[in-house]
């Protein structure tokens, strides 16, 4: 296994680098759904960067407890630092997606339910499909039959504008971060069917800029 991408030197200005990059378009597409997660009450957040998607769940939902998972030690502090007040409701845990193993709360963590939300917003292309499934199956056994899980990706539509522009534009993005934190991955995974097989159904789907960018909202698949 090659070692997770460092996104270290990031942390300060990863922010503007997405600004410059794409304007609003990111920032929307992780916000797509998050009128659907207010009664959710234990999040797990994997690879939110800096912390922003965090930050504005806490203040939308106050009864919400997060754990937050991410390998790049920088990235947690931001996010810490971006929770302000409300840090007291997060759990950070430094580690690689593709090893870590959930965990039960700690003895003071009030909020000891089955994780009802998921959180992954650009960050699964940073995995190979079988990474996904991977992970994808450890998740399903243990969030609750009625989780959520909400993610924001980069996509190739199909026709021209997926050859033309699309695909360009992913190729670009992979060299340079794979310049920038070393990150070996070169191609997005399908982590749809990497889902589905794992046990999760698509609920809903939002997409922008003629489908570069998707958000979904993922329940566990129901028995029968």
Known sequence: MNPPPNFNRLAGFYRWMEL??????????????????????????????????????????PAVWIDAVDASPAMLQSLLRRAGSHAVRVRIQRADVRSWQ????????????????????????????????????????????????????????????GWLLARPVVWGLYRAFGWLTGLTVRTLPDYGAALRQAGFTLI?????????????LWSPTKAG
Not at 34 to 50: F, I, S
Not at 127 to 133: A, D, N, P, Y
């Open 20 to 61: 410059a990059s794409f304007g609003p378009w990111l920032w929307r597409a992780r916000c797509a759904f998050l009128g659907d997660l207010g009664a959710c009450r234990h999040a797990l957040v994997l690879g939110d960067g800096d912390g922003r998607f965090t930050a504005l769940l806490l203040g939308a939902n």
């Open 102 to 161: 959930p965990s039960s709360p700690p003895g003071d963590w009030p909020e000891d339910r089955p994780i009802d939300l998921i959180a992954t917003h650009f960050f699964l292309d940073c995995l190979t499909t079988g990474e996904v499934q991977s992970l994808a199956e450890k998740l399903r056994g243990v969030v609750s039959t009625s989780a959520l899980l909400v993610i924001s990706e980069f996509a190739i539509p199909s026709g021209c504008f």
């Open 204 to 216: 809903k789907r939002r997409t922008w800029l003629g489908g570069l960018l998707v958000s979904e």
